[in-house]
């Protein structure tokens, strides 16, 4: 047995079976022992921060994680800024990095790169296994990584001769540590905080957006008066009929320091201060009112549901009905508007339905008129870098087994990071589809100009121009196996939303925002 059939054996017997991947040379004996093992599943992107993002939606939808197999370090190097969205999404990855043969790597040839280097800014694990020997045992270990609490991106560099030499050997699945246990004090002093009657904020990620944690957190709510909010950037959020009206804390500096600025006390149950994303002239970075005491309830890696079920028995907070959301909306009519797109989708979303938000400047108000729609997972572009709404939304689909409605909101500056996505999507048969806001250009910019002060010049504005040339998107689609069409209106929208929710593989649809 080599180095590389220890490898995939070590995967499967971690339950690690799917691998997303786009190989090169030093992978080759790792690529035959992946097509020789019956048990993983492989899908192949053509870039790598496609196979990267794959990986990041695949673990928030299957809750465990996929292994991407990435060439070299400037394989990596492309998959980076997916991984840096995992990483602050919290996603469980485990990368596998080809890398040049141990005797060859001194001869610098072409690939050579600072491999460990790269993959550390964005893992919380990194490894390079010397020995064919070692590569099961490291496998392990980094399937461990992966999955310890709330998720981390691990990478395993695999030098060439490590993969093809002999001697490998399959290593025991290694236990996953539980995730780290709530502090007692710090329950006792969220309760002590609540009963004070003091405008108190419970703001609310990653374990505590999830239904379980919602029902507790309402329940705290309702017994003290206290308000509830979800973070901005939250990677999986349950949302729709049966879970709480949630709202996000506002991306606008202005608007987020307004809807905070009531509150004396805020308690962070798996959430970090509220900071601004960027830094602007003569605005502060921290979002809360000076006056503010921010408490830690839970870190991300400690349990939130146990530590909100705890407070809540700490306060004799009864049991609730979640408040019903009413009547399910109508698709809206007219020209394309964000509360019409939110309506529509709304109205149209099947249950169970996953979302894949990337729509950045035009859905940051899609959350007020979606509380009704059915039940369904939303999942956030977390660390800011565009690129990732395909990608997740692909990995998404399988991490659901095919078997649910992915729905893809996609800005059209960002989609372009990524596009090679929809050929996975129709080389896959995937159930995703994918409304492309085309408003053809960067207005996300435009908005930043204001917010920063700048005075943009006259070839400026040209540099946020999407429109000369025109992209053609449906032409795109197409030639990469999706079928699409264009809508300029909702009635448009909705009729092209209504007949690829009923397709079995991926649909774009192009609307002219």
């Known amino acids: 047995m080599n180095g590389a059939q220890s490898l995939v054996a070590t995967l499967l017997a971690s339950e690690v079976d799917t691998c997303f991947a786009n190989p090169g040379t030093s992978e080759m004996h790792f690529v035959a022992a992946l097509d020789q093992s019956a048990g993983m599943r492989c899908v192949l992107g053509l870039q790598e921060n496609v196979v990267t993002g794959m990986a990041d939606g695949y673990w928030r939808i299957a809750g465990k994680p996929a292994c991407t197999l990435l060439h070299c370090g400037p394989g990596l190097a492309n998959g980076l800024a997916n991984l840096h969205n995992a990483r602050r999404a919290r996603s469980g990855i485990v990368n596998i990095v080809g890398d040049q043969a141990t005797w060859h790597r001194p001869h610098d040839p072409p690939l050579t790169a600072d491999t460990e280097g790269l993959a550390r800014s964005v893992s919380a694990w990194v490894r390079t296994s010397s020995t064919a020997s070692e590569v099961g045992r490291d496998a392990a270990a980094a399937v461990q990584a992966a999955r310890t609490a709330p998720g981390q991106v691990a990478t395993l560099i695999l030098p060439s001769d490590a993969s093809w030499d002999e001697g490998g050997v399959v290593a025991e699945p290694l236990a996953v540590p539980a995730p780290s246990a709530f502090d007692a004090f710090a329950i006792e002093n969220a309760a002590r905080v609540l009963r004070s009657g003091k405008p108190t904020l419970i703001l609310l990620a990653g374990g505590a957006v999830r239904g379980a944690s919602q029902a507790l957190a309402w329940r705290i709510a309702q017994a003290t008066g206290a308000r509830l909010m979800a973070d901005y950037m939250n990677g999986h959020v349950e949302r729709g009929r049966g879970r709480l009206q949630l709202e996000r804390t506002p991306y606008n500096t202005d608007l987020a320091m307004e809807a905070l600025a009531r509150f004396d006390h805020i308690l962070l149950v798996g959430a970090r201060p509220p900071v601004a994303f960027f830094a602007y002239p003569g605005k502060p970075s921290t979002q809360a009112p000076a006056h503010a005491q921010l408490h830690v309830v839970t870190r991300p890696e400690q349990d939130a549901a146990a530590a909100l079920r705890a407070l809540a028995e700490t306060l004799g907070a009864r049991e609730l009905a979640l408040p019903d959301p009413g009547p399910r909306p109508q698709p809206a009519c007219g020209a394309p508007a964000p509360d019409k ?7 149209l979303m099947p249950e169970h339905c996953i979302v894949s938000d ?14 009704a729609a059915p039940p369904h997972d939303w999942l956030h572009l977390v660390g800011g870098a565009i690129g990732a709404g395909l990608p997740v939304a692909t990995g998404a689909a399988i991490g659901a087994g095919g078997q649910r409605r992915v729905l893809s909101l996609q800005a059209d500056g960002s989609a372009m990071y990524s596009l090679q996505a929809l050929w996975t999507q129709a080389r896959e048969r995937l159930p995703c589809t994918t409304v492309l806001l085309n408003n053809r250009k960067y207005a996300i910019l435009q908005g930043e100009y204001r917010s920063v ?3 943009p010049g006259p070839t400026a504005l040209r540099m946020l121009d999407l429109g000369d040339p025109d992209l053609g998107w449906i032409q795109l689609a197409a030639g990469m196996g999706v079928e699409g069409a264009r809508a300029s209106t909702m009635e448009e929208c909705a009729d092209l939303l209504s007949h690829s929710l009923r397709q079995p593989g991926p649909f774009l649809i192009e609307l002219m925002v």
């Open 358 to 371: 990337e729509s950045v400047s035009f859905g940051r108000g899609f959350y007020r008129h979606s509380h």
């Open 341 to 347: 797109l939110a309506l529509t989708i709304a109205a």
């Open 453 to 455: 002060g700048a005075t």
